[in-house]
């Protein structure tokens, strides 16, 4: 047979050796030696061509080597789902045994997770995806990275990923931890931000209030609001701005504000804790100066 007719039966130029036999290539190995036409991507799995791999070649011979079921999880199946994640391996979960090579990690999974198509290939869910690349992760800073992106991108959320990481459980201890010091960081900055609106006697009772201009329409949610003159106060944690969709979304949040007429502060979590003095003299002009001009036609609203 050809090699065009065999290509045509190949996925991607992708092929099991079994197939290659039943299309009349007996031994399809003593192709794929060094300097031959082919090569060799797992056992039983050829690529028709010995030219460097693309990425989806690579994935398509990793599935093939896995078997039928098989789903991507892992890095690569973040970086499918939009997210910034590291690692050049390829992790499939199977629903039977096989061994992987090289940076491919084929590992069982009961009961196997739901899977999506995206561009041609079954993924996990994103929360899945991201628990399994944390696991293969060492650094803390690099799961925080890839945890604040799905979080910020909407792929995931802090619960739907502690439920997973809870789910399963084995290797998730950096996951539950970053977690566990994001869902701290932000209670201890709360907390920060209460006991010095107390302390500077700008006490307010709304914290994490919806806003809404007089036509209903929401403008922000702003970590305190001072209804009294209109004024917002956002506590903005770096830890959930990463990247630039990240910080057009701050952008647009505060030209909302401003279109309303509301004042804002932002203080990061960093200053409240460091230099609450200045943080309280910010504060207080900003209060002053709510108060200097005419309160603008915005109220709280109930979101259900």
């Known amino acids: 047979m050809r090699i065009e007719q065999l290509r045509e039966r190949s996925d991607l130029g992708v092929i099991s050796a079994g197939a290659l036999k039943s299309l009349g290539v007996p031994n399809p190995w003593l192709k794929c030696r060094p300097g031959g036409p082919w090569q060799r991507m797992h056992p039983g799995v050829v690529l028709l061509h010995n030219g460097p791999p693309t990425r989806n070649q690579q994935l398509t011979a990793a599935l093939l080597r896995a078997g039928p079921g098989a789903v991507v999880t892992g890095a690569e199946a973040c970086r499918r789902h939009g997210l910034p994640a590291r690692g050049p391996e390829i992790h499939v979960l199977i629903p039977g045994t096989a061994r992987g090579s090289g940076t491919l990690i084929l590992e069982r999974a009961s009961p196997m997770p739901p899977a999506s198509t995206?561009?041609?290939?079954?993924?996990?869910?994103?929360?899945?995806?991201?628990v399994d690349a944390c696991r293969q992760l060492r650094s803390p800073d690099d799961a925080t990275a890839l945890i604040a992106a799905a979080i910020q991108k909407g792929r995931s959320t802090p619960e739907s990923l502690r439920a997973e990481a809870t789910t399963n459980r084995?290797?998730?201890?950096?996951?539950?931890?970053?977690?566990?010091?994001?869902?701290?960081?932000?209670?201890?900055?709360?907390?920060?931000?209460?006991?010095?609106?107390?302390?500077?006697?700008?006490?307010?009772?709304?914290?994490?209030?919806?806003?809404?201009?007089?036509?209903?329409?929401?403008?922000?949610?702003?970590?305190?609001?001072?209804d009294d003159v209109g004024l917002a106060w956002e506590i903005d944690s770096k830890a959930f701005h990463y990247g630039p969709?990240?910080?057009?979304?701050?952008?647009?949040?505060?030209?909302?504000?401003?279109?309303?007429?509301?004042?804002?502060?932002?203080?990061?979590?960093?200053?409240?804790?460091?230099?609450?003095?200045?943080?309280?003299?910010?504060?207080?002009?900003?209060?002053?100066?709510?108060?200097?001009?005419?309160?603008?036609?915005?109220?709280?609203?109930?979101?259900?």
Not at 118 to 130: E, I, N, T, Y
Not at 269 to 294: G, M, N, S
């Open 118 to 130: 995206v561009d041609g290939f079954p993924l996990v869910s994103a929360d899945r995806a991201v």
């Open 170 to 226: 084995y290797g998730t201890k950096l996951v539950r931890a970053v977690l566990k010091e994001l869902g701290r960081a932000e209670s201890v900055a709360e907390r920060d931000a209460r006991r010095l609106s107390r302390k500077i006697r700008l006490t307010t009772q709304h914290w994490n209030a919806t806003i809404a201009n007089a036509h209903g329409v929401i403008i922000g949610r702003p970590d305190a609001w001072f």
């Open 245 to 304: 969709r990240d910080y057009e979304r701050t952008l647009a949040r505060n030209s909302r504000y401003a279109a309303a007429g509301i004042l804002v502060v932002q203080t990061l979590p960093t200053r409240l804790r460091d230099h609450p003095e200045q943080v309280a003299r910010e504060l207080k002009k900003a209060h002053r100066a709510a108060a200097a001009r005419p309160r603008p036609p915005v109220r709280i609203v109930e979101v259900t």
